[in-house]
């Protein structure tokens, strides 16, 4: 053969290896973390961090903590919420957890810090729960109830609502938030441009979400942290003090001037309360 074409080959061969080893490489601490129980065993000492996120959001909203968190070696995962309910978003979010090796501390924002009190109650891999602008609603409450036990919110007024058609014939109903009112209630401190995109790329979510029953309280039995967004006017700061009082806490820090998306607009605090619960409970 040809010494030159075979050394051709060979040079092409290791740039292909390499081309695909810097592909797969930011996503080698996710593959690895969502891994089912014994893959990837050994890969990290720090816990899996999940974020979870809440309505009229979608996964994207956690990139600027993610980027934080992976630069400093803790395996990263923020699932789609599915937003249909919250029986059915728990369930989704629980299976997440069971397919995770070691340890988890999870994280939810919003209406996700509903998700993840109920998805969380019999996850045993759950190390700390971390409540970012969150609900975290004791069992037998509903969020229409709770939302309205402070004054101060504007979301209700903001949000317009849209029936749908299941696929079992029924008919739902998504809440959207006005294109009007999206930045005044929702992130008031991030600029127009940035609002404008999240607006018209919004997740609804069902109606019923606000209406189920929460049936698991897993901050009852798991260390929970919390961040208060002390100008949020989707959840007021006085709710939030107050669930974060409720649970017992081990350390609640202030956003100053967040809106409700403090994870977007204050990604290092947020970063570094995870982080804090992290080394906590390692």
Known sequence: ???????????????????????????????SAAAPSGAGAGASSKPTVVLVHGGFADASCWNGVIERL???GYPTIAPANPLRSLPTDAAYIASVLRSISGPVVLV?????????????????NVKALVYIAAFVPDQGEQLSVLINKYPGSIIEAATRPVPFAGADGTTGVDLYLEADKFRAAFAADLPV???????????PFSATCFTD????????????????????????????????????????????????VAMISHPRTTTRLIEAAARATT
């Open 70 to 72: 992976q630069h400093t």
């Open 213 to 260: 029953t929460t049936t698991a309280t897993a901050w009852r039995t798991i260390p929970s942290w919390g961040l208060v967004a002390d100008t949020d006017k989707a959840i007021p700061p006085a709710l939030q003090r107050f669930f974060y009082d409720r649970a017992r806490a081990r350390h609640v820090v202030e956003a100053r001037g967040a809106s409700h």
């Open 193 to 203: 441009a940035t609002t404008r995109l999240m607006q018209a790329t919004q997740r």
């Open 1 to 31: 053969m040809d010494p030159e074409l075979t050394r051709r080959r060979v040079l092409a061969g290791t740039a292909a290896a390499a081309s695909t080893a810097a592909l797969l490489g930011p996503l080698s601490s996710a593959a």
């Open 108 to 124: 939810g924002h919003s209406y996700g810090g509903a998700t993840i009190t109920n998805a969380a109650a019999e996850a045993t």
